[in-house]
């Protein structure tokens, strides 16, 4: 007996633009979209309504610019990026430390969490004065201003993170034993993880914001001149391209920052936290 | 699970309803243990409770009834307020000078979302320091055990909560455990899976010749599992009786229709509906 013939199935008619419906090409093609839009926008109007380039440049004057200043802008973002991660890295161990200090006792929690929350909302720009007048190396007080912004999104998640653990799988782990050691490692610090990478993608954006505002206030020159000093320096000489090419910069950097803090997350966490797992 | 047809039902038998027999090897004494919480709430009376080696025991009654808060002072994660609780004749807290091992299953199957099948069921073992090798050995006997060997590098949230359950009972099994607590354990399960998983229960019961309490709310599911049913009231939690179920082992699937099974379930549904009607005496 023969077997019957096999239908020959075609290859499934796919669209040709298939690949523009898989959600990690939409991920970038959609704002990217959206962003050359605003962009031909922006060059439109301003060549439109002949906008003088003190006032409003265009964004081909900005990249324009931005080459051309490459040698003072680049080295201005390598100072305010130096900044930044130190300040970040700072932040991150110190929080970190503080929250498994505040999961000892809920006294310890008690008597010290306010002042954590103290730090927080006293305004930066308030304090970084008197920290670089107290700290005589200037990298190493902006970086204290920028650690202190930071500070904050990754004690709060942290020890909510340390504390979020399930009643059951506690008991679970009393029951066996499990010495103090065990549990912070097994069970604790795995608890906290989705949490503490929330924390680092709030804090890796306050660190940057941290640090401008830091230079901003330490206003230092020379060779160690930042973004925020070539944005203040481009303001004194109405030097407005070169103000909007530092300005760009930053945003840059601040988007880069959180796309990796979001790459972390997604590596460590993709496969068994609800936040992290693909919603198809 | 295929059942084996040389194996007919056994005879019907009235139901007994007689003492305990004196325990042979007593495993669980519970003397007039009690839990008053510090704001006055009874949340169960004294209870007076022997189980011997090998016994099934179900801790049946409504919400509310303090099974689980008794199952958990056998357990040592409450203090009785008063009265005492003895494993093998010894305090709670000094079961493992006796040489025995008890486990606990949770309501919820409580693992780790972050860890494999494999390391979940290890668990136990790690804490305890076994060394790697046996541990190992250990875990692929007790997934194989279960039915969950394809399935040992898989994270939990990829499994059925029926899957999840046999995982948390794998784990519970692998310390080998003379004694196994289990609350509710399939109580969010559908009924479907909750008769597989009940099944294989009584067969790992017997092969590993286990003493079990096991604490439902389902009245099927006492009568078809236990060797003896301890009722349970709420407000305030207390016992107030006990049925043996003289029902021989291995059961099958076709014990559930006869009509011995019927009998065992009205007299527990009779038991349940006075003990909610009559006030407790004080």
Redesign the interface.
Known sequence: MSPAPLHKVAPTQKPPVAWLHRPEVQRVVYPLLVGLFLLALWQGLVTGLELPPYLVPSPGLMLQTLIKDWATLGLALWVTLKITLFAFALAVVVGVLISFLFVQSRLIETALFPYAVLLQVTPIVAVAPLIIIWVRDATLSMVICAALVALFPIISNTTLGLRSIEPDLQNYFRLNHATRWQSLVRLRIPSALPYFFGGLRISSGLALIGAVVAEFVAGTGGTGAGLAYQILQAGFQLNIPRMFAALLLISLTGVALFALMAWLSRRALSGWHASETSHE | MKPDPSRLPSAPRPPVLEPAPVPEVPAVDILSAEKIYPNGTRALLPVDLSLREGEFVTLLGPSGCGKSTLLKMV???LEPSDGRLLLWRKPVAELAQTGRR?A?V???P?L????SVRSNVR??L???GVPRAEAEARVSEVLALVGLSKFDRA???ALSGGMQMRVSIARGLVTEPDLLLMDEPFGALDEITRHKLDADLLELWRKKKLTVIFVTHSIHEAVFLSSRVVMMAARPGRVVEQFFIDEPHPRQADFMVSPQFSQYARQLQDSLLRASAEEPSP
Do not use: H, N, V
């Open positions: 357990a040592g994660l008890m606990f949770f309501q919820s409580t780790m979302p972050w860890a668990l136990p790690d804490l305890a994270l939990p949230r």
